[in-house]
């Protein structure tokens, strides 16, 4: 059997959810929502981000340490513990974590999937930036750098321009990084590489 070498489906295979197409759970959102002190079940919803329709909605109660998550998946009604964790912080106060209930490793965010909440690891999901190329990941660093900044990379007033230098430069940065890969690519398919478009 053949191993190694540059062959169609020799790379890792294409298997893992992406972040975005999962629900998740996060336990900054619940303890900023008041929900890890509370004492009665509430209910968390998620909502579609163009529409503002509520997509789907849990049950979320906490006690003796446990998060106890109820939802419906598939028609059939689910239960499920959740294991709670503080850690000390070095500057004062604690922070909170979710156990994995598969692993019972200390994450900040459970994932759904196979009809159960899981860290990323469990769920097999990875993140976006995981799957893309390098053209890809500068885009995606561009928009989060551009979301800083206003209109036609204008500096937001109230910002330091010390800030405002280093994210525009970021912003070239990347434009430089794409422009690069692009050039790569060309050189590698054509064969005269960036003459031939001369």
């Not at 996060?26 to 509520?54: C, H, I, N, Q, Y």
């Not at 939802?71 to 709670?84: D, H, N």
Request: charged letters at 25%.
């Amino acid at each position: 059997m053949a191993r190694g070498g540059m062959r169609y489906g020799a790379g890792r295979p294409g298997h893992k959810a992406k972040d975005a197409q999962c629900l998740k759970v996060d336990v900054r959102w619940f303890k900023r929502a008041g929900m890890l002190a509370a004492e009665f079940p509430r209910t968390w919803a998620w909502s579609d981000p163009d529409t503002g329709e509520r997509t789907a909605s849990i049950g979320v109660r906490v006690a003796h340490g446990q998060v106890h998550l109820d939802f419906t998946s598939g028609g059939a009604p689910i239960a499920q513990r959740v294991g709670l964790a503080r850690t000390a912080c070095h500057k004062g106060g604690a922070r909170d974590w979710f156990l994995c209930p598969c692993c019972g490793r200390r994450v900040a965010v459970l994932f759904f999937r196979w009809k159960r909440f899981a860290c990323r690891h469990c769920n097999q999901v990875a993140y976006r930036s995981q799957s893309e190329d390098v053209c890809g990941r500068a885009w995606l660093r561009q928009s989060r750098i551009e979301a800083k900044l206003g209109p036609d990379w204008q500096r937001p007033k109230h910002m330091h321009h010390a800030t405002y230098e280093r994210l525009w430069q970021a912003v070239v940065d990347c434009e430089q990084q794409r422009d690069e890969w692009i050039a790569g690519m060309v050189s590698r398919l054509l064969p005269g590489g960036m003459n031939s478009l001369v």
